[in-house]
């Protein structure tokens, strides 16, 4: 898995939409980006992931940069309840025939989203 | 409710002991993986099976075994037991190897030893 870079901790306002960011410079042509959450020592959940194109969802959209360097999640109209730690992996996905497939989690972003 | 079933939910044993965690499978999935979360180590992978097969091993001690049995579900076994290995311990599945569409995990065991 490529290294992935997130900012520690971010604050957003109810309501707003929380944009997470994610560096993921090394990244290469068959790893996807994936975006997981954690709400409070719950089981991580899926959020969505993408290759290039920009994917949107019922729960984010995700801005994948042309150089597949960067990429944005975006919580359109966040509540409290995405209050989470938020991780960004870069991965090969699929059936890659082989090889380590578990993710590789980060320390992630901690979004915490203010009333 | 993720559809991945892990139990027991929470589990207090004494260092030394061993230890048993069940994992049942989303429905229709074929990939199970195991995951270690401790406070100071984050989310560590430790090992995956698909379809009944050991597929990748991640930081997975010597003490801790798992294996992956025929109806799909999976148990992770862990002896000998130290202090250390107090952690939430997470079941993860998914349809194919390497979860291209993501991966489902389950609520986790959560295991203080003593």
């Known amino acids: 898995d490529a290294k992935t870079t997130q900012p520690p901790s971010m604050d957003c306002a109810e309501g707003r939409a929380a944009n997470l960011p994610c560096n993921h410079s090394?990244?290469?042509?068959?790893?996807?980006v994936y975006w997981y959450r954690q709400i409070h020592s719950q089981g991580p959940q899926y959020i969505i992931h993408?290759?290039?194109n920009n994917e949107t969802n019922e729960m984010a959209s995700l801005i994948i940069t042309e150089d597949r360097k960067s990429s944005t999640l975006i919580l359109p109209h966040a509540t409290l309840r995405d209050t989470a730690v938020y991780y960004c992996i870069a991965t090969r996905g699929g059936d890659s025939g082989g090889g380590a497939d578990g993710l590789t989690f980060g320390k992630g972003t901690h979004l915490i989203i203010q009333p | 409710d993720s559809g991945v079933t892990q139990t027991p939910k929470h589990l207090i044993t004494a260092t030394g002991q061993r230890v048993t965690l069940r994992c049942s499978p989303r429905?229709?999935?074929?990939?199970v993986y195991w995951y270690q979360q401790s406070l100071d180590q984050g989310l560590q992978f430790l090992i995956q099976?698909?379809?009944?097969?050991?597929?990748a091993k991640g930081n997975i001690l010597e003490r801790f075994s798992a294996q992956q049995f025929p109806d799909l579900h999976s148990e992770l076994n862990l002896s000998s037991l130290e202090l250390g290995d107090s952690a939430l311990y997470f079941c993860a599945s998914s349809v194919a190897s390497g979860g291209k569409s993501g991966y489902t995990f389950g609520s986790g065991t959560r295991l203080t030893v003593v």
């Open positions: 429905s229709g999935d074929l990939s």
């Open positions: 090394t990244i290469s042509g068959n790893e996807y």
């Open positions: 993408g290759l290039k």
């Open positions: 099976y698909y379809n009944g097969e050991e597929r």
